[in-house]
């Protein structure tokens, strides 16, 4: 069993399709918005099943990133001060693999609607 990570993008920034639908990227770089990464072995050496970590590109108010519209009028509220001098913009934040799932879809189909059940799960 191969256990690799996986670096899901944007449609613009894809680089190939995998076999569910989804944009990928080879390697992490800044065009990532959700990687699935695998987690360390567990003790038991009979546990075959894969096991991921599962994370999100989100900005400091838990809001997932949406490359659809990335010019809002919510950006003009995320420019406070303490935002702007003591947090990162965007960082990935670890979720469950439901909210991962529809995160996915969200890139796939472009639905904004996925991405409001997105951010009242991880909220």
């Not at 360390?40 to 894969?50: E, Y």
């Not at 989100?58 to 702007?84: G, M, R, W």
Request: glycine share 0%; charged share 30%.
């Amino acid at each position: 069993m191969n256990k690799s990570a996986k670096y899901f993008c944007a449609k613009q920034n894809q680089e190939f399709i995998d076999d569910q639908g989804n944009f990928r990227c080879e390697a992490n770089n800044t065009a990532i918005l959700a990687k699935a990464l695998p987690e360390r072995k567990t003790k038991s050496m009979t546990d075959k099943t894969l096991h991921y970590n599962y994370y999100i590109m989100c900005n400091p108010q838990l809001k997932p990133f949406n490359p659809v519209a990335k010019h809002t009028i919510e950006k003009q509220n995320e420019n406070s001060y303490i935002d702007a001098t003591c947090k990162k913009d965007w960082d990935l934040k670890k979720v469950n693999i439901h909210v991962f799932n529809t995160y996915l879809e969200f890139l796939r189909t472009e639905n904004t609607r996925l991405l409001k059940i997105v951010e009242q799960k991880i909220a």
